[in-house]
Structures are given as C-alpha cells and as structure tokens.
C-alpha cells in the first residue's frame, strides 16, 4: 500500500502545483492519474498549444509549463500512479482514507485533494457503426506517439486546434495526411487555419472540406476510410489509410468520483471557497476546474490559488498540535526533500568605525 500526506487525484497544472506548495510545508505528495504521463489535457491534448495568461509568462507552451512545474516540484520527490484511475475510497476509523485504483493499487492518506481537471476525459466518437471494430487497428482517438506514424498514411477528422495543430506537425512525419472536416471554416487559431492552407497548397495536407468520414474498411486493420461530401453530385470517395484520427474534443466526466458521496453540482464538486476549498465530507479537498463555487472562473492561474490555500488547510489537518507561521520563499528559500535548497543570497553589510 502507497503512504503518503496528501493524495492528489490528478496531475494537471493545479495537482503538480500542489505538490510545490505541500511541499513548502514539509508534506509529502503522491498523484494518481488515468493518463499515462503527468500534465492533463496540457500534455494529452495540446502540448503544442500557447497558454497567454500565466503570471510571468508573456506566452508558454502548455507542455512547457507541464516540463516547468514538474522540474518546480523535483525537490519534493512526488510519487505517481499513472495510467490508471481512482475508483473508490474507504474512510477509516481515524478519519484517513484509502483510495483504490482500477487496477487494485491501494492509497492511505490523512487528506485527499481531487484535482481531476474536468474530470475523467472519453473521446467524442464519430457516429460511424464500424468504428470499434477498428479502435487500436488503425483509429485512435488521441495522438501519444507521433513516431507511430512516420512514413504512414494519414486520415485527421475535426475542424478544431487539435486537428490543425496535429496536421500541420504531422506534415512533416506522415507520407500523406488528409485532413476532412465537414465545414469551410475551421474553429482553430487563426494562424493554425493559415499554416494549414498553406501546407495544403504545396501539396503537404491534402485538405478536404464540406465532407465527413462515413465508414470505414479493411479486413483485420483499417485499410481505407470512405468520405461523403455535402455536394450531392459528387460520389463518396473511398481513401487508402494506415490510420484514421477523429479529433472531435473529449467529453469530461467525473467517473467513478460522482459515487463518493460528494455534493456535485452541474457535473463538478461543491466546496467552500470563504476559507479552504474542503468538499462536504472532511479532509476531501476539490481544486481546480473540478470544483464549484460562486464566482468560480475556470483558469489554471485559479487553480494555483486554490493549491495554496488548500494546503495550509491540509496542514493543520494532519498536524493539528502544530501552528504553521507562514514565511516567504524569499525569506525561507526552498527546502527540498532530496537535500536540495534554493535560498536567496544574503547581502553582507560592513559597519564603518
């Protein structure tokens, strides 16, 4: 059984932040998450994709932002389950929990802070009635590995930043990549819709508009896709693939955490904002996108605020003999579990006699 102060459910931009500020006050964290690597949708969805409002960054990439809070937390030696997802939880007499996995890993912890994001993601699919008779032969619903692939033909679906975003890299890895989207106009970044036409006009995507993937063919993996256009007179077209990506977004759901008895609201966790952000049952916290209150915004900045006041709670919580005086990282420096500290330097003044 994994031991830790705090199990965070989830490792978003908020769960890996509340690592860094738990770790400020000496407790150790452990993150559970259904997706095989760290930084939720930033990593999963659009690493490539510019975020404009973190403080301090003018513009980062949301998977650089992952790759700085995961170097920002290093010192505090974070454990993780990934690739699978929490499915119950038991309180114990002495008020802590355990919380189990889909795969039977057991977690105990005095505090538990869920911050699943929006919650477990599923792929939006396509209405095509052959579609799970190809899921793993040939349709994925989320690119992880570009490497995959190299060299193969390529069939996108989706008008939104993923199918621009994921195109365009492809361009340059695939043999051919087709991109179909059953409209003229794309609801990507302006300059992702550009690079696309662009692309296309030298032959690099072959774009294909006003049209939708209606079935799909092969024997024992997907060989072809079959494309309907909205102009009548013309006949569908069959189109050889290796591979057939819809990119039609992810569809948040809170699995198996709507079973614990938390008060949900519009499909996300209640909690009291006027002090810590603690759900209706004791020693569960909720942060990030997963939580409601009133005047909730919805931004990743939002959720580092909430990580902070959550883990003061959290302290007093699991050390309730002891008061914590607040001191500023400027003033403490940073104390890392692996021996690491970060300290401002100290300026030396001479009297004069």
Request: charge should be negative; aromatic fraction near 8%; include cysteine.
């Amino acid at each position: 059984m994994i031991k830790t102060d705090i199990l965070i459910i989830g490792a978003g931009p908020t769960g890996l932040f509340a690592v860094f500020e738990a770790g400020l006050l000496k407790l150790k964290c452990h993150l559970i998450d259904a997706l095989p690597q760290p930084g939720g949708q930033c990593s999963e969805i659009y690493p490539k994709k510019p975020i404009y409002d973190i403080p301090g960054f003018p513009e980062v990439l949301a998977g650089d932002l992952v790759d700085n809070l995961m170097e920002q937390i290093k010192p505090f030696e974070p454990g993780f389950t990934l690739g699978e997802r929490a499915e119950t939880i038991d309180k114990q007499e002495d008020g802590s929990f355990i919380v189990t996995t889909s795969k039977g890993t057991k977690h105990h912890a005095p505090v538990v802070v869920i911050a699943g994001g929006l919650g477990s993601f599923e792929p939006r699919k396509p209405p095509i009635p052959t579609i799970k008779d190809y899921e793993d032969k040939g349709v994925a619903y989320i690119i992880r590995d570009p490497e995959v692939y190299r060299d193969k033909k390529v069939v996108i679906a989706g008008g939104g930043d993923s199918a621009l975003d994921w195109s365009i890299f492809l361009a340059d890895v695939a043999s051919e990549v087709s991109l179909v989207h059953r409209r003229k106009d794309f609801r990507g970044a302006l300059d992702s819709v550009e690079k696309v036409e662009e692309l296309s006009k030298i032959g690099k995507i072959n774009l294909i508009t006003d049209a939708e993937v209606v079935d799909l063919k092969g024997e024992n993996e997907l060989e072809s896709v079959v494309i309907r256009h909205k102009d009548k007179a013309r006949e569908e077209e069959i189109k050889e693939t290796d591979h057939f990506i819809p990119l039609f977004g992810l569809s948040p759901k809170l699995g198996p955490i709507a079973n614990w008895g938390l008060e949900i609201e519009k499909n996300a966790i209640k909690v009291d904002n006027s002090y810590d952000y603690q759900t209706n049952i004791p020693g569960i916290y909720a942060i990030g996108d997963v939580n409601t209150y009133k005047g909730k915004l919805k931004l990743i900045l939002c959720g580092f605020h909430e990580a902070a006041i959550m883990c003061q709670s959290a302290y007093q919580r699991i050390n309730p003999d002891k008061k914590y005086v607040m001191k500023y990282t400027t003033v403490s420096g940073v104390n890392g579990f692996d021996g690491s500290k970060k300290e401002a330097k100290r300026e030396v003044v001479k009297s004069i006699n």
